[in-house]
């Protein structure tokens, strides 16, 4: 059993030991603003908690179904989920639920490269959106789940209570708000973005509907960027048929790796001698992947180990060595811990043993429009002569911009001024307690705001992974559920 959920099941406890009363109305209000995979799974198992009111939970998203989000509201057929389906799951009890709901369905006939040959199971990323929203359904139809269909434009509080203005014009009142909003969108490196806009084929935000369909057969490609996303733009242009070269460069020419060709165990303990340095963290680790690779484990064990005891090992981290973490070594531990589908790795592959894809250590420099080209200056990382390139489309996948969250949405910003939001120290994403209570510039915890998902990470820690998000959501609802029935005693009869 994992942290997250191991805390939730104990929080009914946790909150009445730590008693803060909430303002609730006859009926309490629950409003969830964002309806992704965290989002969705927070007002699932909140609508699914025992005891207490049943509270009204309101899920505003723009998108017609809940549970998508920027993820798996996709329709390219190059995108696939990164982990097997039999670890993808809304239930922190039940990892497999996934794939159990994909075979009852023969939901992958149509896609045969979905099944690998060892029989592990990589479908296309919108399978699983479909998956929860399926689960949704049944909560919406019987309105223990209402779906606002719109974009939250402003939240205050205003008379103990949240105000809630969206882009239809509504307005709504709650108790209790969690902020379950999607990553930012990346971020140019530089003066790019101002030097490129008026380029036909700068893609600064590969998220944006058909961003990729300006990029022509034989183009010219400058992927800035060489995590996850840029493996989803190189497969995803080579699907459209796209057979120009390619360049992805990012500052340590890192590349996203594959999955083992067969499980590995989780190896090593991380935690009975927690480290507290980033220097000492990474010693521990390098050491047991010397001692599994002596044992016949790949590294794929130990990374995997180290993602199980994520949330403690970050805990045991002062906020100084946090930082220095994500500032030196976050780029080596992404591209191991977030692996690409086997598909996809081929693709890569591919295109690397036919000369189609380069992959650079290095900066862009500069860059600049000439005519229908971009010509642009990159300084390779161990070289002092920078190259001159020209490309036909730039793409930018620099991955999402956490410290940039707050100037994202204007509500978050006016939250952030009226002293409820404020960034976390590390820059990835909203300052939070323990208890996923907003924290404020004042360094106080408001207990009816909560964040969920990816923008907790800054103190939940490992928070971008499928099984970690859908743990986080559980906890959420469970807190919130806790919370509820703390004041359930203070409601007052109309």
């Known amino acids: 059993m994992s942290g997250f959920y191991a805390r939730g099941i104990e929080a009914t406890v946790s909150a009445i030991m730590q008693p803060k009363s909430l303002s609730m109305s006859d009926q309490p209000v629950v409003a969830i603003i964002g309806g992704g995979v965290s989002g969705a799974g927070v007002a699932y198992h909140l609508a699914r908690a025992n005891g207490g009111e049943r509270p009204v939970i309101v899920v505003f998203e723009p998108r017609a179904e809940l549970g998508r989000g920027l993820a798996y509201d996709t329709d390219d057929p190059a995108h696939r989920i990164n982990v097997p389906a039999a670890k993808m799951s809304l239930q922190p009890d039940d990892q497999g639920e ?6 009852a369905r023969d939901a992958v006939a149509c896609d045969p490269q979905a099944r690998r040959p060892d029989g592990l199971l990589f479908p296309r990323r919108r399978l699983f959106g479909d998956y929860v929203a399926s689960l949704l359904k049944p909560l919406l139809e019987d309105g223990r789940v209402r779906h606002c269909r719109a974009a939250v434009t402003h939240v205050e509080r205003r008379a103990g209570r949240w105000s809630i203005r969206d882009d239809k014009g509504g307005v709504m009142l709650a108790d209790i708000v969690a902020i379950a909003t999607s990553h930012p969108p990346p971020a140019a490196p530089g003066r790019l973005a101002t030097r490129l806009a ?14 990729l369909e300006v990029i022509r057969p034989q183009d010219r490609v400058l992927v800035i960027g060489n995590g996850l996303t840029a493996a989803d733009v190189i497969a995803s242009l080579a699907e459209r048929g796209h057979r120009g070269p390619v360049t992805a460069i990012s500052r340590r020419g890192l590349r996203s790796r594959g999955h083992a060709p067969v499980p590995q165990p989780l190896f090593g303990d991380f935690l009975c001698d927690a480290a507290h340095s980033a220097v000492s963290l990474l010693a521990g680790i390098r050491a047991a992947i010397s001692a599994a690779e002596a044992q016949g484990i790949s590294w794929h064990g130990v990374i995997d180990q180290v993602r199980a005891q994520g949330h403690d090992l970050w805990q045991a981290l002062p906020v100084a060595e946090r930082r220095r973490l994500v500032r030196h070594l976050r780029p080596f531990w992404d591209v191991h811990r977030f692996r690409i589908a086997p598909q996809v790795e081929a693709v890569l592959d591919v295109a690397i043993s036919a000369g189609r894809l380069e992959i650079l250590a290095g900066s862009v420099a500069d860059a600049r429009i000439e005519g229908e080209r971009i010509a642009c200056t990159l300084q390779p990382r161990h070289r002092r002569q920078p190259l001159e390139r020209s490309y036909d489309a730039v793409v930018v996948t620099t991955g999402p911009a956490h410290g940039g969250i707050l100037e994202t949405q204007p509500w978050l910003a006016a939250l952030a ?8 120290p590390t820059g990835l994403g909203l300052a939070c307690t323990e208890r996923s209570e907003a924290i404020g510039p004042s360094g106080t915890a408001d207990p009816s705001l909560l964040i969920s998902g990816p923008l907790a990470r800054g103190t939940f820690g490992e928070l971008m992974g499928l099984p970690q998000v859908t743990e986080h959501a559980f906890f959420v609802a469970t807190e919130i559920a806790a919370k509820l029935r703390l004041a359930a005693p203070n409601t007052h009869p109309a």
């Not at 996934?98 to 075979?103: C, H, K, L, N, P």
């Open 98 to 103: 996934f794939q159990t709901w994909i075979e």
């Open 198 to 211: 008026a380029h036909p084929r700068f893609v600064a935000d590969t998220t944006k509907p058909a961003a």
């Open 417 to 424: 001024a009226s002293g409820h939001l404020s960034l976390d």
